[in-house]
């Protein structure tokens, strides 16, 4: 990114620490300790999950419906707990909860992601065993 911007790493790295302070972005931390955990994020995302809509045309933003729902996820169950990313799954908790977010067809593979892992299923409006309704997480803010 610094490259195609023509700036350094370092610019980039304060910019995106000023965004996340000023609330436009949220940024998923690695599993990790020490400084290079603190300075690049596994995942930058918007914030606000309704900023697509004023960054994106009308096109990008039904492209872009796997980033706008784990935006959603992360705003709305980091307001209660600190998530993290996960190499198996898309989120986990500090405790090892594994979270899969994804549409109606996301189908859990326990050979892949671990049989402790819950799938927060968008576009449904009843959840059945570990798969868990997407706009419930919204209750949790």
Not at 9 to 25: M, P
Not at 69 to 96: H, I
Request: overall charge positive; proline content about 5%.
């Amino acid at each position: 990114m610094a490259s195609n911007l023509g700036t350094s790493k370092e610019f980039i790295y304060s910019y995106i620490e000023y965004l996340n302070a000023a609330g436009v972005f949220s940024l998923l931390p690695r599993d990790r300790k020490g400084l290079r955990a603190v300075r690049k994020p596994a995942k930058v995302y918007l914030e606000n999950p309704n900023l697509f809509g004023a960054v994106l045309s009308k096109a990008e933003v039904s492209a872009q419906a796997g980033a706008i729902r784990e935006s959603f996820f992360l705003n709305q169950v980091g307001a209660t707990c600190r998530l993290l990313a996960d190499p198996q799954a898309d989120f986990a908790t500090e405790s090892g909860q594994r979270f899969e977010v994804g549409g109606r067809s996301k189908r859990n593979r326990p050979s892949r992601r671990g049989p402790d892992t819950w799938i927060a299923v968008d576009d449904t409006d009843v959840g059945s065993g570990r798969r868990i309704p997407l706009w419930l997480f919204g209750f949790l803010y």
